[in-house]
């Protein structure tokens, strides 16, 4: 009898065990789908509009959680709604106007409510085309990549100029492929 009982032993032992890692295992998913939908966006730069600050394919993370977007700050958003092209991916963009502003490019120059931009990040001049003016609408942000030369951004867009707040889907913190470089908003 007592070797009955030490057999019945090992085996509630065995499935407590079994639930025990069934239970974490459901954890960990469900952690994962709560961070990823709730936290974090993983996105691959689709364009190398942004050159050479992040390059096409690049791997970049976002955090969701953000309650300011500032000027310098690269979001992420769905292109549906600007592009026009029936392009359903993501794209990755720079924040250059914030709502109520009135953005301008002349001379090489974006221009924030008539004051020149100081934009380090550019890898080279950009080409002598005037732009604008664009006035930021209330609760909107005006996009360009960094590669203004070879950037398909808010001067080109068919649909609507101006990002609402409410797409911004999350504001690119690093890049993690091929390898690891956070990024942080630029000093204005």
């Known amino acids: 009898m007592d070797e009955k009982l030490s057999s019945l032993d090992k085996a509630k032992l065995n499935l407590k065990e079994a639930l025990s890692w069934l239970v974490t295992l459901l954890i960990a998913i469900l952690a994962s789908y709560l961070i990823t939908e709730f936290v974090i966006l993983k996105a691959e730069v689709p364009t190398g509009s942004m050159e050479k600050t992040i390059m096409r394919k690049d791997?970049?993370?976002?955090?969701?959680?953000?309650?300011?977007?500032?000027?310098?700050?690269?979001?992420?958003?769905?292109?549906?709604?600007?592009?026009?092209?029936?392009?359903?991916?993501?794209?990755?963009?720079r924040v250059i106007g914030l709502p109520g502003e009135t953005v301008e490019i002349h001379d090489r120059t974006v221009y924030i409510n008539g004051n020149p931009l100081k934009?380090?990040?550019?890898?080279?001049?950009?080409s002598d085309q005037e732009w604008g003016p664009y006035n930021v609408p209330e609760g909107c942000y005006f996009l360009l990549g960094d590669n203004r030369n070879g950037s398909k951004d808010a001067r080109y867009w068919t649909l609507n100029k101006y990002v609402s707040e409410k797409d911004i889907k999350a504001v690119v913190k690093f890049r993690y492929s091929p390898s690891l470089k956070w990024y942080k908003t630029q000093e204005y």
């Open 119 to 126: 934009e380090d990040y550019l890898p080279e001049e950009m």
């Open 59 to 93: 791997g970049v993370v976002g955090f969701r959680l953000f309650s300011k977007i500032n000027r310098g700050d690269i979001v992420i958003f769905p292109a549906l709604k600007y592009v026009g092209d029936n392009d359903d991916c993501l794209y990755v963009k």
